[in-house]
């Protein structure tokens, strides 16, 4: 087991979180050891066992975690799914989001590539009211913590000029087919996004798209959720 990623509580300076490539996350408290070997709460899903695969300790691994501005929750990424706990419950998370879901029947060429060890980054809003997270093909997703909905944005040259507005785009999986529609074979997987920031206090996002970074403030994207 590797630990992966950590982050201190933002106003109880006493503990910190960290997650696993087990998909594990740990609560540790250090009022209660200097040397955090033990931790105060421990945060897993159960495995559905229909869906067990060579693939599935890959995809559970906690590439990401985040407290909640407000402290309460924590926010998780796996390479499918983006997800919420709260600190009182351990047995679960309260909330799953799924990201690129899609690519569930493409683990195999995934692997093949190392694509499916790719570490993707994810970030809460000022409010904690919407989550952000990062794909292929220059898409990112946000979601919308009150509604359920998702949206995939595009970070691609033409947004970065002056008042350019996001794209947004759909992954074609089957049915009908709309115009703009990507489909899950023609997506570009040496274009991901793995890191991204929110400002503190204002709707303002950087994503960092390959050697590009991109700032996107407010009315956009408050107009694409």
Known sequence: ISELAAEFHPQHCHLFVYSSSKGTLRLCDMRESALCDKHSKIFEEPEDPGNRSFFSEIISSVSDVKFSHSGRYLLTRDYLTVKVWDLNMEKGPVETY???????????????????????????????????????????????????????????????????????????????????????DSLDFTKKILHMAWHPAENIIAIAATNNLYIFQDRVNAENL
């Open 98 to 184: 799924q990201v690129h879901e899609y690519l569930r029947s493409k683990l195999c060429s995934l692997y093949e590539n190392d694509c499916i060890f790719d570490k993707f980054e994810c970030v809460w809003n000022s409010t904690d009211s919407v989550i952000m997270t990062g794909a292929y093909n220059s898409f990112f997703r946000m979601f919308d913590r009150e509604t359920g909905r998702g949206v995939t944005l595009e970070s691609w040259r033409e947004s970065s000029k002056p008042r350019a507005v996001l794209r947004t785009r759909r992954i074609y999986t089957g049915g009908r087919r709309r115009r703009g529609d990507v489909g899950v």
